[in-house]
């Protein structure tokens, strides 16, 4: 496993480890981004803590067994940014889904605190 990001990273640096292990499809490893108590916020479902965010993550997962992401632009200040990424996810018969969406995250020792993600379901199957 690499190495997380450190207790004064950016939210940019958070999200790139992150995005890293979400397109490795390691969910474990996506969960380490976050603190234990963190708040995960994808279209309006409330996600609190790690029970209930992994269960997120693993949907996508046995949905989609491949991700594509990359950070188009990103601003922050302090602990919060805004990252505006485009990703593919691939389903098993191997059809591709283009997604664009923001996420806002609040970073907290090198582990997102909060993050809202905002993107266009509509694509998806």
């Known amino acids: ?30 969960l380490a981004h976050y603190h234990p108590d963190a708040v995960f916020v994808p279209n309006g479902q409330r996600l609190t803590g790690h029970d209930e965010i992994r269960t997120f ?22 602990r919060t940014g805004i990252l505006e990424w485009s990703a593919a996810l691939t389903d098993h018969r191997g059809a591709r889904h283009a997604l664009v969406g923001v996420n806002l995250a609040v970073v907290e020792r090198g582990r997102f605190r909060i993050v809202r993600a905002y993107f266009d379901t509509s694509p998806l199957p």
């Open 1 to 30: 496993m690499s190495a997380l990001p450190g207790p004064f990273a950016t939210p940019r640096d958070v999200a790139q480890s992150y995005w890293a292990a979400e397109i490795a499809r390691d969910v474990d490893r996506v």
């Open 57 to 78: 993550y693993e949907d996508s997962c046995q949905r989609f067994p491949a991700l594509e992401v990359e950070i188009v632009r990103d601003f922050h200040a302090d």
